[in-house]
């Protein structure tokens, strides 16, 4: 149905902050989320999926940290060590829910499998696979 690949250093969803009763999103989980939906309204071409069910399959890529060992550096690109350090795969989940609504589905709420997965990767990215449940 879709398939959708983010190309940059991955952001997550940050905790919503609160002033006046109103709740909005952090500085910096908000341009990357707009960031999000403008590069997926340039590559989605498909029709705004609606009434299926849908699964979700997000790859996050994240750089290697420059203070590991070339060793280690070279565990992690061949996927042997994965990120196990926050952020939580969810809260880049969230992020791809939330900045692809109104853009390849109608609503979050079709989302009914969700998958996620954290890589290292010398190219960071986001991969999003939308397929019917």
Not at 15 to 34: I, T, V
Not at 68 to 78: C, F, G, P, Q
Not at 118 to 133: G, L, N
């Amino acid at each position: 149905m879709a398939r959708l690949v983010i190309h940059g250093e991955p952001v997550p969803a940050g905790r919503p902050r609160f002033s006046n009763g109103h709740a909005f999103d952090p500085k910096r989980s908000r341009d990357y989320k707009r960031f999000v939906g403008q590069e997926a309204k340039m590559k989605y071409h498909g029709p705004l999926l609606r009434n299926d069910p849908l699964k979700v399959d997000v790859k996050v890529y994240r750089h290697v940290q420059r203070s590991v060992s070339k060793v280690e550096r070279t565990r992690r690109i061949s996927g042997e060590h994965r990120p196990i350090v926050k952020p939580d795969a969810s809260n880049y989940l969230k992020l791809i829910e939330d900045a692809l609504t109104g853009i390849v589905w109608e609503d979050d709420n079709l989302i009914t499998d969700v998958s996620c997965s954290k890589y290292y990767s010398d190219e960071p990215r986001i991969e999003v696979t939308v397929t019917e449940a």
